[in-house]
């Protein structure tokens, strides 16, 4: 590819990302929406002024790395011990529920399948993307209702970390699946192999990086070993594990998250995912995805993916909130809080992409999701806590009535 026109794409790429991503700030809505539109507006769909191209697969596979390695040194260790039983079960039910709520979605229009099969692979990685939580939306919810720290608060963000991880582990075993020459005992060999050595290595690692970040703190060296070790941790699980890179790059943010300068590091690799790296991948999204080849079944399919994907993580999360104690409202706000899709669901389409477990005209039904939910979750939520605080109101009126006839 001529070097010219990269300089000319990677342009306008930045100028329209970032351009719509303030404007979808300005609506309330998530910058990467913007982002993706970005993408629709230069692709196929629109102007088809960009094509996907090896050079901009390249920078948008770093950004997902980047993504993920944030999203890993984000990770709160200390907040996981503490919340126990409780969200860890909430986040399977929140994982399970729509796994398999996908995989029939899928198979309800393209047919049923038996296990081994490329049709059913299909149907359980659109499961797949459906496990992801993103709860960025719901932070901002809470954070403006003043809820984000009561107990609901707490449990909705514990359980979507833990969701995470998960799902995480959820993508690399369906993948693996995926292998021809693979099988079922292969795979979580594979899987658990990796992880011991992520837990031996990571103790030795986190040890060195501990003295490095005491002896030498909030220096540019800290970040860029960091940077060294999620690039190296995303080659390894990938060459000799077969698992998916970015899980690589998660385990090396988990890794350094307790460190003392884990937001510094945050903070450097942001600069670098912010300027360039993270629109590439959100606009990459939007370049490989062509409207204009839409059908009705695929418009039907976006529907039905949509209606899904709100409503299982609704009946898993609450239901199995219902079962951990919480009652009335309660539980229905966990399950509202849990059902917003973001990045992670995008990450783990754009895998499927690779990996030829997806075909790119369901970027759609995704980008669909993250918008819908965006939008929803924060206005559901406000309905459900001032119904509370009405309820709460006309109890205590009640009692004041009640003492005034006395």
């Known amino acids: 590819m001529d070097k010219l026109m ?20 300005r609506l309330k809505a998530p910058q990467v929406v ?29 950004g ?34 729509p796994l398999i709520g996908g995989t029939i979605l899928y198979m309800c229009f393209y047919g049923f399948s038996s296990f081994g099969t490329d ?10 993307i459906l496990t ?33 991880v998960i799902g995480i582990l959820v993508l690399t075993l369906v993948i693996s699946f995926r292998e021809p020459s693979s099988n079922i005992g292969d795979v979580i060999l594979r899987t658990v192999g990796f992880f011991i050595l992520a ?24 970040p860029i070993i960091g940077l060294a070790l999620a690039l190296a941790l995303s080659y390894i699980a990938e060459k000799y594990f077969g698992i998916a890179d970015i899980t690589g790059a998660y385990v090396a943010g988990i ?6 300068d884990s937001k510094y590091i945050d903070s450097k690799m942001d ?48 239901l199995m909130s219902r079962l951990c104690g919480y009652k009335g409202l309660e539980t229905l706000k966990i399950g509202v809080g849990m059902m917003t899709r973001g990045e992670v669901a995008l990450i783990v389409s754009k895998k499927g992409l690779e990996v030829g477990m997806l075909d790119s005209k369901y970027f759609t039904s995704v980008i669909l999701l993250i918008i819908s939910s965006s939008i929803l979750t924060p206005i559901i939520l406000k309905l459900l806590y001032s119904k509370d605080e009405s309820s709460s109101n006309q109890g205590s009126s009640d009692k004041n009535s009640d003492k005034i006839k006395a």
Request: glycine share 8%; proline share 2%; aromatic share 8%.
């Open 6 to 25: 990269i300089l000319k794409n990677l342009a306008i790429i930045i100028i329209c990302a970032k351009s719509l991503a303030l404007l979808s700030r």
């Open 34 to 62: 913007g982002e993706i539109i970005a993408g629709l507006i230069l692709g196929p769909s629109l102007l088809g002024w960009i094509k996907p191209n090896d050079f901009l697969s390249g920078i948008a596979e770093i």
């Open 64 to 97: 997902v790395i980047l993504l993920m390695f944030s999203a890993g040194l984000e990770t709160d260790l200390n907040q996981l011990k503490k919340t126990g039983v409780k969200a860890t079960l909430i986040a399977c039910a929140g994982v399970f529920v």
């Open 119 to 128: 049709e059913f692979f299909h149907a359980l990685f659109i499961g797949t």
């Open 132 to 164: 992801a939580t993103s709860v960025s939306i719901t932070v901002q919810a809470l954070k403006e209702l003043g809820k984000l720290t009561d107990e609901v608060g707490t449990t909705i963000l514990s359980a979507a970390i833990i969701d995470d």
């Open 199 to 222: 837990f031996i290595v990571g103790i030795i690692l986190y040890k060195i990086m501990k003295w490095l970040d005491n002896k030498y703190p909030h220096t540019q060296r800290i």
């Open 255 to 260: 890794i350094l998250s307790s460190l003392k």
């Open 271 to 318: 600069v670098n995912s912010y300027m360039i790296f993270g629109p590439v991948f959100f606009v990459s999204i939007g370049l490989q995805t062509d409207m204009k080849a839409l059908d009705m079944t695929i418009l039907l399919f976006s529907l039905g993916f949509v209606l899904v994907g709100l409503i299982t993580k609704i009946i898993g999360c609450g």
